[in-house]
């Protein structure tokens, strides 16, 4: 009697892809996003549905894991699944896998109800998940925190202005857009040459419309045989919007191998 | 004998759209284009099989003309063909309809074949286009250009620094992103409160990875009647990347409605 498993099919177009034809970070958020969607609405504990109660689910944390991230023109298949929950945090899982069967990505994630007029965060209610036959527990798994930057990092900085096509219909910034933040801060020779292994992202503050933020990043150097860089969104009064830490690997040139 | 028609579907999902529910632009483009995309491959004269002549596709002009944007949820059919050519120019047509067939958006474009080298025009090779049953003509139609901003214009004005996640499969700019820059000069009250009903873009020069390009757009003001915005986009070194034409229509609000 576990929670209620949903999948769906989605063929990866061009313009999900970056210039390696490989999904985005932020594209594959969006498809995550889309199955637990479609998967709340067939339930009849839909958007709309929470709306009417005055609230809404927002994701406080992503930690995804990365075996491969898919190709353009591949047809995968994303599933989850509201594994368990208690009063104020819900734990969901999300797997994508290839036309193979093949597991190419694991998300956990946490998520929370927030009263659409105070912003503040509230006792999730039964019988939006219920019907999710989520387990109900007294501890949630506990994800890592990303690893903070400190002051001695040497930090690669970059701009962004929250556009009109940043907000989506529920009036906020899509959550996908900070993963481009993030990794735009990273120079393209390094984007091209790494795979994205895993990522851990804390969602802490909203950014508004026109509110300009501020991408920081770093690659750790005091960690033997592995890449990592350490990431950090603030606003212009300082506060962090998200943190974030991701794991890489170097991408081998096959044709360069003997 | 006309040219070939090919015809996909789509649902469009949240991410496709924007603080309306509504399509954006940029992502009706990305979906005419994969429409193109998905033609040509069926007929053994996409992509990899350009590429493998040294040349690539590239549209130097769009006019959509739209009687109604699609809303998320929503399952359109986009068509295309081929419609004609010269030695230098491919016309091609697009159109969007809803799930109860009525016609949303109707599209022609301008292309032309470019030397991945020199990057310089050249002539349309036979090979690439008769598999299309693409009409020989002397002229292709001509489509008007975009009204031009003036010296005498009050501009708003908003940079942009091309991102990694802007670079397509080609290396270059995806196309839509110009339509998300164009746009999103113009204020949120203005968007949320407007249809557009055309949008007439020609593409001039290519902008790189890191350029800083500036969207400059007007309201007309002496045009009765009717609401029509002008737009353009620069370079660092002054030079026009893209210039567009947009018309709009108010939204009717209808709980105000007697």
Redesign the interface.
Known sequence: MGAKIFSEKHQI???E?????TV?P??LV?MI??AS?DQTDSLGVGAKAVADLGIGWVVTQYKMDITRLPK?GETIEVSTQATCYNRYFAFREFWVHDSEGRECVHVESIWVTMNHETRKIVTIPERIIAPSHSEKVKMIPRLSRPKKLTEADQLMT?QY?V???D???N?HV?N?RYF?WL??A?P?SF?TRHNLTSINIRFENEVQ?HHIVTSEATLMTDIPDSIVTKHRITMENGDVATEAECHWEPIINHSAQA
Chains 1, 2 share one sequence.
């Open positions: 177009t061009f313009y892809t970056d210039v390696t034809n985005t932020a594209m969006n996003i889309l969607e353009q970059k202005r556009r009109y096509f907000i989506d219909g009036g899509n996908s481009d990794l735009d990273l393209m984007l419309y």
